[in-house]
C-alpha cells in the first residue's frame, strides 16, 4: 500500500495587527489526514469560505510555506523540512487553479507553456515533447490545432480550463491538486471538466486533491471527502459514508443546505462539446 498523500501536524499562523493590538489566525489548526491506497484516488476537500481548505492546498503545492508540520504524496516529504527539490515536486505534484485565466499570461500563446512544461517538468524535447503535449490535449479533448498560436483570451472558460488540466498532465505526476477548478466555467459545462477528472484518474494513473464548497459535486466525484471547518479537518471518511450518515455537526449543517443525494449522476457529456 502507498501512501498516496499525509499530513501530520500541519499548522499555519498568520499574524494580523500593529504592535499594539496583533490577532492571531490559525489558518490550518493542526491538520492530519492519512490516505493509503493503491490505487489512485480522489479525495474532496469540502468546506465553506475561510475553512482553511485553500490554505492547504497551497501549503501542499508549496506556494505557502507551513508554520509547522510535514506532507507527503507517495511517501515522498513534499513540504515541511526535509521535502523534495522543486524540479522532482513538480514532476510528482501539479496544480489546476480556480481560475485558468490567470493561470496564462494574455502575452503568450497557450501552446508556448504546453511545451515549456514538456521540456523544463517532463524533460521531453523534440518530436517526444510534441508527442507528450498531443497525448495530454487529446485526454481533455483538444487538438494540437486547437492551441497552437492562440492566446488565452481566444478560449472559452471550459476550453482553457482543459488546457491548463493537459498541461498539469503532461509529467504524469503522482498528485493533482484542483482547486476549485469548475466555479469559473459556466454551469451547463461543468459536468464535462467534473466526469474528466474521473476518466483521467484511471488513464493517467493519478490521484487528485478536489477543493470545492459543493457537496453534491463531491459526493459525485469523490473516493473519499475531508471536511474542513475554521483550519480543521473535522471529519474524513469514504465519500457514501460520510455524506449518508455524517458524524459531525458541521458536516450535518452543510449537508441540511443540498438537496438530498440519493444516487450518483451516471450521464457523461461527450468531451467534444463545443465551448467546454
Do not use: C
Request: proline residues 4%; hydrophobic residues 40%.
Amino acid at each position: 500500500m502507498t501512501t498516496v498523500l499525509k499530513a501530520e501536524g500541519l499548522r499555519k499562523t498568520y499574524k494580523l495587527g500593529s504592535f499594539t493590538s496583533r490577532v492571531t489566525i490559525n489558518a490550518l489548526d493542526d491538520i492530519n489526514l492519512d490516505i493509503v491506497s493503491d490505487d489512485p484516488v480522489i479525495v474532496s476537500l469540502v468546506g465553506e469560505s475561510g475553512s482553511g481548505k485553500t490554505t492547504l492546498a497551497k501549503t501542499i503545492l508549496r506556494l505557502v510555506e507551513p508554520t509547522a508540520g510535514k506532507a507527503w504524496v507517495h511517501d515522498q516529504v513534499v513540504t515541511g523540512s526535509g521535502g523534495m527539490g522543486r524540479l522532482d515536486f513538480m514532476r510528482m505534484v501539479q496544480p489546476i487553479f480556480q481560475n485558468p485565466f490567470d493561470a496564462f499570461s494574455r502575452y503568450r500563446t497557450v501552446d508556448t507553456y504546453l511545451h515549456e512544461t514538456a521540456a523544463r517538468i517532463a524533460g521531453l524535447n523534440g518530436a517526444k515533447g510534441r508527442d507528450a503535449v498531443d497525448e495530454a490535449l487529446s485526454s481533455v479533448g483538444l487538438d494540437y490545432a486547437d492551441v497552437v498560436g492562440k492566446y488565452p483570451n481566444q478560449f472559452s472558460g471550459g476550453e482553457l480550463q482543459r488546457a491548463s488540466i493537459a498541461r498539469a498532465l503532461i509529467p504524469h505526476p503522482q498528485l493533482i491538486v484542483a482547486d476549485e477548478p469548475v466555479s469559473m466555467i459556466d454551469a451547463s459545462r461543468r459536468m464535462i471538466v467534473i466526469n474528466l477528472f474521473k476518466a483521467l484518474k484511471e488513464q493517467y494513473r493519478t490521484s487528485f486533491l478536489y477543493i470545492t464548497h459543493d457537496l453534491a459535486t463531491a459526493y459525485y466525484i469523490s473516493d473519499y471527502i475531508a471536511v474542513m471547518s475554521k483550519g480543521r479537518i473535522v471529519e474524513f471518511g469514504a465519500a457514501r459514508d460520510v455524506l449518508s450518515t455524517p458524524r459531525h455537526d458541521y458536516t450535518k449543517l452543510l449537508l441540511s443546505s443540498i438537496p438530498t443525494l440519493t444516487h450518483k449522476w451516471d450521464r457523461t457529456p461527450a468531451l467534444a462539446s463545443t465551448g467546454a
